[in-house]
């Protein structure tokens, strides 16, 4: 089945610097989304690209989708300690569906 | 609010029993969805639904069993034939592809 990669497993910064998480999909997706779950919590919805090439940013935030809407990355600039939580990317191969990706935890140290 | 709710927030299950997960939207979506997240681990598919009395299974359907008799509610039953049922489910509703909303999750251990 489709299977959704995400790379680095774990990730610990010191607070100011940058992160960037990566997101591999076995199949072509009709878009991409991005979630974030804060320690104990559930996931919240960040963004979500759909066409090829495409970049967003929030804030911070930046957001690629690749030209073979197989990958994806996820760039947080300066990070702060209201950055911990894990990153999921997710992807529906079809209408419905979503297949989330293994996530990368981010601990910021202060 | 809109939202979506599950509950218990909780809940102990004993060897050998059936319990079932509640999981409510009124956002008006039309598919919901179920995920388990075993600890430091990803979300795994168990059972999604576009439409009312129609679902189908995910990578992990074993031990599980849903229905979808209102387009609100979409619970989850873990059957004693899931063998190792501790685990934080969540569920979540979405209109076709788009943002996927979830619940609070349930925390779901054996005892």
């Known amino acids: 089945g489709q299977q959704v990669m995400q790379i680095p497993q774990y990730q610990h910064v010191q607070e100011g610097e940058d992160f960037t998480t990566y997101c591999n999909s076995s199949t072509t997706l009709s878009n991409i989304q991005w979630y974030k779950q804060r320690p104990g919590g559930h996931p919240v919805f960040l963004i979500q690209?759909?066409?090829?090439?495409e970049v967003k940013k929030q804030k911070r935030l930046t957001f690629q989708f690749g030209e073979a809407k197989k990958n994806s990355s996820l760039h947080i600039t300066a990070t702060q300690t209201t950055d911990v939580g894990t990153y999921f990317c997710a992807g529906p191969p079809g209408t419905y569906k979503y297949i989330f990706g293994t996530g990368t935890r981010l601990k910021v140290l202060a | 609010d809109g939202g979506i709710t599950q509950s218990p927030k909780y809940l102990f299950r004993k060897e050998g029993q059936n319990v079932t997960l509640s999981c409510e939207q009124n956002l008006n979506h039309d598919a919901m969805y179920w995920y388990r997240q075993d600890p430091g681990q990803g979300l795994r598919l168990i059972y999604y639904s576009q439409i009312v009395n129609d679902f189908q299974k995910g990578d992990i359907a074993e031990g599980y069993s849903v229905s979808r008799e209102k387009k609100e509610s979409f619970p989850l039953t873990v059957t004693s034939a899931q063998k190792n049922p501790t685990a934080f489910y969540l569920c979540a509703s979405s209109i076709a592809a788009d943002e996927a909303f979830f619940g609070q999750g349930t925390r779901l251990t054996v005892v």
């Open positions: 690209l759909v066409k090829s090439g």
